[in-house]
């Protein structure tokens, strides 16, 4: 079940920035370049340092993904909170500001 929810957070648009090209404007923000959805795909036009290694790009790409599901679950848990019955007002107070903080 816990996988099943993982793969259905992954493959969510909420995920829509960790695409190829804002991962690699992430890494080299003064670089120019022209990305698809794979690294076979990037073609650089104009690089300031040396272009990013595939691990590198992976790398990035599990840590976006990784702290999107993070901030996903984090959300999911604060929307739990404020409809238990059982939560004290000073729970809901804080999930609402998590709420808050995370939808900036």
């Not at 909420?14 to 190829?20: E, M």
């Not at 090209?21 to 992430?26: F, I, K, S």
């Not at 959805?37 to 976006?64: L, N």
Request: include cysteine; aromatic fraction near 6%.
């Amino acid at each position: 079940m816990k996988y099943v929810m993982l793969l259905l957070l992954l493959a969510s648009p909420g995920y829509s920035d960790c695409r190829l090209g804002e991962v690699l404007q992430r890494i080299r923000p003064l670089d120019e370049f022209v990305a698809g959805t794979t690294y076979d795909s990037i073609r650089w036009i104009k690089v300031s340092t040396a272009a990013p290694t595939r691990a590198e790009v992976d790398s990035d790409m599990t840590k976006c993904t990784a702290k999107q599901a993070a901030r996903a679950a984090a959300k999911l848990q604060a929307r739990y909170t404020l409809r238990l019955s059982t939560s004290t007002q000073a729970q809901k107070i804080s999930a609402l500001i998590l709420l808050l903080d995370l939808d900036r």
